[in-house]
């Protein structure tokens, strides 16, 4: 294969992923992409398990992504490495780990629902990580559908400014094409092949058209300099001026392009594409990655004659061996290379360089800067492991964690497969980071912990489907916090241990109190006088961090707590960074038992959509649960109710919801952090 180390060849790419609340359409665009590009030659559809990036059959079973799927694909000279995320919240960290790798993304949303809580989720990730969007308002073919009321959602939710660049053509069943208002050519699909055809704007919708395009134009020159010249000069802006203005804004993150259309019947993803190519940024076009190098801070561009510099974001056992997923910054890689794993500190040799199309894939020689491809031959990179030139290290950034919120207990039901099942499960927390394994230290239990109920019910369907397990799962447990209510001043602790030779000797005198910002754990010294040295110091805060991983109400984590080291003393020949660890780890722990704690729950925002009729049913049943309804609307004869629920209490919601609404209740939540729990309660949950 050729590699062109040309920045026209970075220019040429396009890394970008399909963000969306469940069921908004996500895979449906996907595959309507692919379809239209020619990497596949027939459409899959969700309904019928057909789909190139829902391959798993767990994810054709139950119809929702799962698993983020990597496909590339080529339009109008350029190639898209895409990924397909998933909707559902429980996936969320699968979505938090490709976003780390993405230069831009398209946002789905339904034209009938807006924006939704998981959307609202995954535009707020996209934020932090500085991933440059266009929004595609969905489904303009559903009764509802309403761009206007989408787009104001976008606005008021997300705080975007949302830049529409097209107006739809014919509503509901009736919607036929789009109306291009840069351009202000009418783009109308007389069938559903995905073909258009371009007219003139219709004259019964020209002077709506010109009155979108003049709010398009005055809302482009509030944020671009050169547009708001020609439009002070001109009353307009010129499409060359426009088109260049919405690429700019876009890339900066300061706007976001909106279009529309329905990607079931295949309306609506040429022009999508378009957009794609020409509004969101190349590799070449964000800034360079930056990382680590002996403590000091290094950036990297994407320039193929630089250093290899590559992250791992995802990793996945196939049956041609183990697949790692990663994103070159810098560089090229070459089959055969050897490449520095700065997780585990060795050398590993690159075997092969595949490129994905979801559960298949082509091999190639090479891959250069910007490209997003799999490898195997290393054997221990997992997701977040920087692979680099051994001669020029680095160490990037690794994507983000979310703390797992529900645990279960899981055991072989038969002894012998007691070891294999050990090995399966260190295999899923390879695979995803978000799971984690560990033992019970009072019952000696195996726990899998996740980030919901459906997180851990497709991990233990992978242990029977994959590798032929059968096991026994205990009831999900929450992960609870404990927090200082009222705190201790003043509490002096000294560490003295003497067995012959050195001894031990710290001194501190700690304040806890509570933290005023909620969650987390603060420290500080107001040590004076050199009494306490400040390499002393750190180790008093190391040990109090080790004293925050079990509170006294029921071991579990201590959050939302300020410790002050306020004195202390030391002694000539016995005081050491050890000393003084282990005494702020015993001295906090005492402290603690002397406080007034708060346990916590995990608690979940739940929006409820449901018929007219069935509210009250709703509305008793999120009562019995301990939720708080805050916000309920009406959306002609459904309604839509919000509420927050301990997580503990909505294990097996979705069944109850059902019978209760004949079916045709649905529910969707997102995490909302953590609230305390009532005192009659707390008993039962230590």
């Not at 798993?56 to 490495?81: K, L, P």
Request: aromatic share 4%.
């Amino acid at each position: 294969m050729r590699i062109d180390p040309t920045p026209r060849a970075l220019q040429t790419v396009r890394n970008l992923g399909i963000l969306a609340h469940v069921d908004a359409g996500k895979t449906t665009v996907t595959e309507r992409i692919l379809f239209l590009t020619g990497a596949v030659h027939k459409r899959g559809e969700v309904h019928e398990g057909t789909t190139v990036t829902d391959f798993d059959s767990q994810e054709r079973d139950r119809g929702i992504t799962i698993f983020a799927a990597a496909v590339s694909c080529d339009w109008d000279g350029h190639r898209i490495n895409l990924i397909d995320t998933p909707g559902h919240v429980d996936f969320a960290d699968e979505v938090t780990r490709s976003l780390r790798v993405l230069d831009g993304a398209v946002a789905v949303f339904d034209a009938v629902a807006g924006v939704e809580p998981q959307s609202e989720a995954v535009w707020r990730e996209a934020d932090r990580h500085g991933v440059a969007r266009l929004a595609f308002v969905n489904k303009m073919d559903r009764a509802g559908a309403d761009l206007d009321t989408a787009v104001a959602s976008i606005r008021e939710r997300l705080g975007a400014t949302p830049l529409v660049a097209q107006m739809p053509i014919g509503s509901e069943e009736r919607f036929t094409g789009v109306v291009d208002l840069v351009r202000m050519r009418a783009l109308v699909w007389p069938g559903d092949t995905g073909t258009y055809e371009e007219r003139p704007v219709p004259a019964a919708l020209r002077d709506e058209a010109l009155r979108r395009r003049r709010a398009l134009d005055e809302a482009v020159a509030e944020l671009h300099p050169r547009a708001l010249e020609e439009y002070c000069a001109d009353g307009t802006v010129s499409e060359v001026t426009l088109r260049t203005a919405l690429r700019e804004v876009t890339v900066a993150g300061e706007a976001v392009v909106v279009l529309c259309g329905s990607a079931y019947r295949n309306r609506g993803i040429e022009p999508l594409l378009d957009a794609v190519v020409a509004y969101l940024p190349s590799p070449a076009d964000v800034p360079p990655v930056r990382g680590t190098l002996d403590g000091t801070e290094q950036e990297r561009a994407a320039d193929p004659a630089a250093p290899l510099v590559a992250l791992a974001f995802k990793v996945h056992a196939a049956p041609t061996g183990r697949m790692t997923f990663l994103r070159i910054y810098s560089g090229v890689l070459i089959k055969g290379d050897t490449v520095l794993d700065t997780g585990v500190g060795r050398t590993e040799r690159v075997g092969r360089i595949l490129r994905v199309q979801a559960d298949r894939h082509t091999e190639t020689s090479a891959a250069m800067a910007g490209d997003i491809v799999a490898v195997i031959g290393p054997k221990s990179a997992r997701a977040g492991t920087t692979l680099c030139a051994p001669s020029a290290p680095l160490v990037l950034e690794a994507p983000s964690t979310a703390d797992p919120v529900v645990s279960v207990a899981v055991e072989a039901r038969l002894g012998k497969d007691t070891e294999r099942l050990a090995s399966a499960l260190a295999r899923l927390a390879d695979e995803d980071p978000s799971l984690v394994v560990r033992t019970d230290p009072e019952t000696g239990q195996t726990l899998l912990s996740g980030l919901g109920e459906l997180h851990l019910e497709v991990a233990m369907e992978r242990l029977r489907r994959e590798r032929g397990l059968e096991v026994s799962v205990g009831r999900p447990q929450v992960s609870y916090r404990e927090t200082v209510v009222r705190g201790v001043m003043g509490l002096v602790y000294r560490h003295v241990k003497q067995d012959g030779g050195a001894g031990q000797f710290a001194h501190v005198v700690l304040d806890v109190e509570p933290l005023d910002e909620g969650d987390g754990f603060a420290f500080a010294s107001t040590v004076v006088g050199g009494r306490v040295p400040r390499d002393f110091v750190r180790a008093v805060e190391a040990g109090c961090r080790d004293a925050m991983a079990e509170g006294p109400l029921g071991g579990h984590p201590v959050t939302g707590v300020r410790v002050t080291l306020t004195d202390g003393s030391t002694h000539v020949k016995d005081s050491s960074e050890l000393a003084f660890r282990a005494a702020g780890r015993l001295g906090l722990r005492e402290a603690l038992r002397a406080c007034e704690l708060r346990l916590l729950e995990p608690v979940a925002e739940v929006t409820v959509t449901a018929p007219e009729d069935c509210v009250g049913t709703v509305l008793g049943d999120l009562a019995a649960r301990r939720g708080r309804v805050s916000a309920s609307a009406m959306r002609g004869s459904t309604a839509v109710v919000t509420a927050t629920v301990p997580l503990a209490e909505l294990f097996g919601y979705a069944t109850r919801l059902r019978g209760r609404t004949q079916g045709r209740g649905t529910f969707t939540t997102r995490p909302a952090g953590y609230a305390e729990v009532p005192q009659g309660l707390a008993a039962g949950a230590r």
